[in-house]
């Protein structure tokens, strides 16, 4: 694999580390999921562009557009959470504890 | 060919006649009664046969009548030992249940079930004699069972009464204590010298070990009523009056005294045996000594007389003087039966009444009842020539001048002066002093069914002794010479009791004690030992046996062992594996972890 190709993975496996390993906000989990998305379609378009996969050149995009509307719908269920209870620690999500 | 043989089966064979008149008509009307009075009359005159002959030419004789079976070695019969034992007791035994018989002709006069009571006597006679004729132990042990069952069914003669049947339920589990070590010496008996019949045990095992004599010993000590396995005894005077006076006086109680006396020929080689039954009497002798000292109940004073006599036996017995233990046994058969004789006139003159507290001023009232009550006590306490005094007296005389037990022989000489001290009390608070029943009584003693029975037992209170130990040959012969303070043992000690009591009593004019002290609390409840032993230890034993059985075998064994432990431990698995707890942040790591490890493995294949 090409230092470029690596250099993009790792920053997808430590952003997948951040969103796995959050400590008590739900902002740093749904940021880290931003991350991974933004490398992931870097590393997408990169890969398509250096083997000419034309067919494949509108996936990006579309991840993009995805990401968008994923993004939004984190950012909604950050508002509620923070209109219930405040503030946005995770350990505030505990109803269906038994 | 002499009447020995006949007049012995039949002297045995009459008394089984009225018995099995009892599925006839003649056992429903009132002549059933005379017919068994009669019938013991008889059987008494044909034993004396057998027993002149006897003391004439010292005849002895075996019986063996049928062969029963055979089974591989042991050979049982019906066989019949009538020799210086048997043949010297049949007669008294004889006579004192002719005298009872006609005595519970008056005593049990109105009770609707009068014969079924003779029937029972008669029956308790006959298993009796079979014990004392007996040649094997097979046929002593059926007499042995005999005498046990008849004393159950007599003693709750009134089984409307709780105290009776709880009474009578002591006395077969006592009885049965003693029947365990009876067992053992049969068994032992049976595998080491393969036979049951007493010539063959005598010739094959002179020095026994100490196994079979014990078990004998705790066969006396249960149907003697020893101590440790005393308190039947007196519990046993819930049954009529002639019952106490049969069978818990004279006849049933001496079984177990019989049966070491038999074995004798066994314990005369044994030291270890004779002190045990030494020491055994003694401690026996004192405590019911101690225990009759405070009693209100005149039976009972007279119930733990019989038991302080019979520790003496066992002492005698102990001085490996059987022959001297027997006189006793035929002496104090006849006035311990006057004095329950007496005792149950004074209580059915007084309309029941048995305690002595409610007694009294029956000197001018009774007076030939009051007589043989104070002859029978100073026959019990060893008034020279009188009957008690012939086997007392020798008995005390060999205690002290024997190479024995100093100890034992204190608590003896004890208890002899205690005996003085508890006949005083009965004379006393019966007959002295002013009357304390209520005055509407209707006494009379006119009655000759009452009063030729206690005549000649009274008769035979002052003259058997002197009679018996004439006609007796010796056995081995008496000590002759002995110091002066040593033959006036007896005396002195009974004299200081008589004395001691006589003062005692002048100071409990009132019956009530205004101090009670710890001594009187132990004399009174006989020493804690029914209140120890009936509680204590059966509580324990089923607690121990609930906590064994129930609680460990069946609750935590098989119940919580396996059955409820896995469904506790599938409880809490389930419990801690299949819940949702918003571990968000858990779920993500171990995510990771998985992710993490599979990059890993799948990226080295090697």
């Known amino acids: 694999m090409s230092l470029v190709h690596i250099n993009i993975l790792i920053a997808f496996a430590v952003s997948l580390t951040g969103l796995l390993m959050h400590r008590s906000h739900l902002m740093s989990a749904l940021l880290c999921l931003e991350g991974m998305m933004l490398s992931l ?7 398509i562009l250096s083997t000419h996969f034309t ?13 968008a509307c994923e993004a939004a719908i984190g950012l909604a269920l950050l508002v509620m959470v923070s209109n219930t209870y405040g503030t946005d620690y995770v350990q505030n999500l505990n109803l269906l504890q038994c | 060919m002499n009447l020995f043989t006949s007049s012995t089966l039949l002297t045995l064979l009459m008394l089984i006649t009225p018995v099995m008149m009892s599925s006839t008509d003649f056992y429903k009307n009132n002549k059933y009664q005379h017919y068994v009075k009669n019938m013991t009359l008889l059987a008494f005159i044909t034993s004396l046969v057998p027993m002149t002959m006897f003391i004439h030419t010292n005849q002895e004789m075996l019986i063996s009548n049928w062969h029963w079976t055979t089974i591989h070695t042991l050979k049982l019969t019906l066989s019949f030992k009538m020799d210086y034992f048997s043949l010297m007791f049949m007669p008294v035994a004889l006579f004192i249940t002719w005298s009872i018989m006609e005595f519970s002709m008056w005593y049990m006069h109105s009770d609707p079930h009068i014969n079924q009571f003779f029937k029972y006597l008669l029956i308790f006679l006959i298993t009796m004699l ?11 042990f059926i007499g042995w069972e005999g005498v046990g069952i008849m004393s159950f069914l007599l003693i709750s003669w009134w089984f409307g009464r709780t105290d009776a049947n709880t009474a009578a339920l002591q006395a077969i589990l ?26 063959q045990i005598f010739m094959l095992s002179q020095n026994p070990p100490t196994l079979p004599l014990l078990g004998l010993t705790l066969a006396a000590a249960g149907k003697s009523a020893q101590f440790g396995l005393h308190p039947w005894l007196p519990s046993a005077m819930e049954g009529p009056t002639p019952v106490s006076a049969l069978l818990h006086s004279s006849t049933m109680v001496v079984a177990g005294i019989f049966l070491l006396i038999r074995f004798h020929p066994l314990t005369e080689n044994n030291k270890l045996i004779q002190t045990m039954m030494l020491s055994l009497g003694a401690l026996t002798t004192l405590f019911t000594a101690i225990c009759a000292l405070t009693q209100n109940d005149i039976k009972k004073i007279i119930a733990f007389s019989t038991s302080s006599q019979l520790g003496l036996m066992m002492t005698t017995l ?5 022959h001297l233990t027997f006189l006793h046994i035929c002496t104090h058969a006849f006035f311990k039966a006057m004095l329950f004789l007496c005792s149950g006139s004074i209580i059915h003159n007084l309309n029941n009444e048995q305690d002595i507290r409610k007694m009294g001023g029956l000197y001018k009232i009774l007076p030939f009842t009051t007589t043989a009550l104070i002859i029978g006590c100073f026959a019990l306490t060893g008034m020279p020539f009188l009957t008690g005094f012939y086997s007392k007296d020798l008995i005390i005389e060999t205690a002290t001048s024997s190479y024995t037990n100093a100890w034992a022989l204190l608590l003896t000489l004890t208890a002899t002066s205690m005996t003085a001290i508890y006949s005083t009390r009965i004379i006393f608070f019966t007959l002295l002093e002013q009357p304390r029943f209520p005055p509407l009584m209707n006494i009379n003693e006119t009655d000759p069914m009452l009063i030729n029975p206690i005549k000649r037992l009274l008769i035979g209170s002052i003259f058997a002794g002197f009679i018996l130990s004439n006609s007796m040959p010796p056995m081995n012969t008496p000590l002759m010479t002995m110091p002066l303070h040593l033959k006036l043992t007896a005396l002195t000690v009974t004299t200081l009791g008589f004395v001691l009591a006589f003062e005692i009593n002048t100071y409990s004019k009132n019956l009530k004690y205004p101090y009670s002290s710890d001594s ?9 030992f029914p209140t120890i032993m009936h509680r204590l230890s059966p509580h324990l034993v089923l607690t121990m046996s609930q906590k064994l059985a129930t609680s460990l075998l069946d609750l935590t064994w098989m119940e919580t062992a396996l059955p409820k432990t896995t469904a506790l431990i599938q409880l809490k698995a389930s419990t801690l594996t299949s819940n949702q707890k918003g571990l968000i942040k858990l779920y993500f790591l171990s995510f990771l972890i998985t992710m993490t490890l599979s990059m890993l493995l799948f990226n080295y294949p090697e």
């Open chain 2, 174 to 199: 006592y009885n049965r204590i003693g029947d365990i070590g009876f067992l053992l010496s049969m068994a032992w008996f049976l595998h080491n010298t393969n036979t049951w019949s007493l010539q």
């Open chain 2, 520 to 528: 009187i609390k132990f004399s009174t409840l006989l020493g804690y």
């Open chain 1, 41 to 47: 379609f870097i590393l997408a378009t990169l890969t």
């Open chain 1, 55 to 67: 067919l494949a050149n509108m996936m990006p995009i579309i991840l993009l557009v995805f990401a």
């Open chain 2, 130 to 140: 079979i014990l004392v004729t007996a040649n094997n132990l097979f046929q002593l």
């Open chain 2, 318 to 322: 102990g001085l490996n003087q059987p």
